[in-house]
């Protein structure tokens, strides 16, 4: 009789295993469907600008394309059917050599840029990008004078842009080129970064070290920056190449 207690006992918890992790991917969100870009269209803008397309089940941004020069305004992009609050986000993406871009969330509309009011997930090529490009004067203007032309940690891969730097002991970043996983869980308690399917990063939105933390650097004078608590999830044009795919957001 025991026996068959714990036989039943286990089918049970089998079952229920089962369903949950059913229940957890019908909650997804999929904000790329592999063929089109259904959804997705210029920040502070109606359609996608030039050089964003879906190709080979993939979501890129071609820079040759992107030359056109008919087009005025920014190539940054926003899946702009539906605003998140508090979420999960996974996404998969690969960068060329020298290659740079974000993955931004909470986004509003009707500001000059995205970076100014939005928090970013750093997406950057951490080993070449200095050596191709010079980030001297630009680290400068940020009052970052001991050896200026490094990428900083908070300019780093999953980095919370000149905010909160990843945790490089945890970091796994594969070679350029080859696939990566991001993912953000975001929650009025505790924001949490992911790469490859190691924690790299937690902090508090809106404490006091967060508010400290903002005030000190790049954003002191963005006075919306990070303020929202719903807004659009969106990808940065860098003047790169990018690929995305695997794009998915779960509510919370």
């Not at 295993?17 to 991917?25: A, I």
């Not at 592999?34 to 879906?54: E, I, M």
Request: with cysteine.
């Amino acid at each position: 009789m025991k026996q068959l207690i714990a036989i039943l006992s286990l089918a049970i918890l089998l079952f229920s295993c089962k369903t949950g992790s059913e229940t957890q991917n019908e909650n997804w969100i999929y904000l790329f469907d592999g063929k089109t870009t259904n959804g997705w269209r210029a920040y502070n803008g109606d359609v996608l600008p030039p050089g964003w397309l879906a190709k080979d089940g993939v979501l890129t941004f071609d820079t040759e394309l992107g030359l056109e020069q008919n087009y005025k305004g920014g190539k940054d992009i926003i899946y702009g059917l539906e605003e998140f609050d508090n979420f999960e986000l996974y996404v998969e993406w690969k960068l060329p050599e020298g290659g740079n871009s974000g993955i931004f969330y909470h986004i509003k509309e009707g500001y000059n840029s995205i970076p100014e009011v939005s928090p970013e997930y750093q997406l950057i090529d951490d080993i070449n990008y200095a050596r191709i490009h010079d980030l001297t004067e630009y680290n400068l203007s940020l009052g970052y004078t001991e050896n200026p032309s490094e990428l900083k940690p908070l300019q780093q891969t999953a980095s919370d842009y000149a905010m909160h730097p990843a945790n490089p002991k945890k970091k796994i970043l594969n070679p350029v080129g080859k696939w990566n996983s991001s993912r953000i869980i975001f929650t009025p308690e505790k924001v949490e970064y992911w790469l490859n399917g190691k924690k790299v990063l937690s902090f508090v939105p809106w404490d006091k070290a967060w508010y400290e933390k903002k005030n000190s650097d790049k954003w002191k004078n963005s006075k919306d920056y990070g303020k929202y608590k719903t807004g659009y999830i969106g990808f940065q044009d860098h003047s790169s190449p990018i690929w995305f795919k695997n794009i998915k957001i779960r509510k919370l």
